[in-house]
């Protein structure tokens, strides 16, 4: 399993980020797969995941409405849009993917936790929002 994300960036406050991260070594469209972050200091957060297998999508409360995930699964790519950025919203973010759960359907919290549960295996994008 090898995830590669990109797209982190230095913004200013009220900006927009778009991550992506490539996917490889398991089937895109047979787990839930989703994005997590981790600032300084802080605890790992998870962010917002989508399933593979019906495109449903959880969100967290801090992003709901800012964030969208989206995904290519003919590309294995998985994509977090950001908009409305504050300082808050800066950490390192990564991607992975939730392989307790085979086809989920209808994603709830615990499919984001079982991403969080197997993320920060892979380098991150750094994405900074200066105020």
């Known amino acids: 399993v090898q995830l590669v994300e990109s797209g982190g960036d230095l913004v200013q406050a009220g900006g927009s980020v778009r991550l992506s991260c490539v996917a490889s070594?398991?089937?895109?469209?047979?787990?839930?797969i989703g994005w997590v972050r981790q600032a300084p200091g802080k605890q790992r957060e998870g962010v917002a995941c989508?399933?593979?297998?019906?495109?449903?999508?959880y969100y967290a409360t801090s992003v709901k409405g800012r964030v969208t995930i989206s995904s290519d699964n003919a590309k294995n790519v998985l994509y977090l849009e950001m908009n409305n950025l504050n300082p808050e919203d800066t950490a390192v973010y990564y991607c992975?993917?939730?392989?307790?759960?085979?086809?989920?359907?209808?994603?709830?919290?615990?499919?984001?936790?079982?991403?969080?549960?197997?993320?920060?295996r892979s380098q991150g994008t750094q994405v900074t929002v200066s105020s």
């Open positions: 992975a993917a939730d392989f307790s759960a085979f086809r989920p359907r209808r994603l709830g919290r615990l499919n984001l936790v079982g991403v969080v549960e197997s993320a920060l």
């Open positions: 989508i399933s593979g297998m019906d495109g449903s999508t």
């Open positions: 070594g398991f089937a895109f469209g047979d787990y839930a």
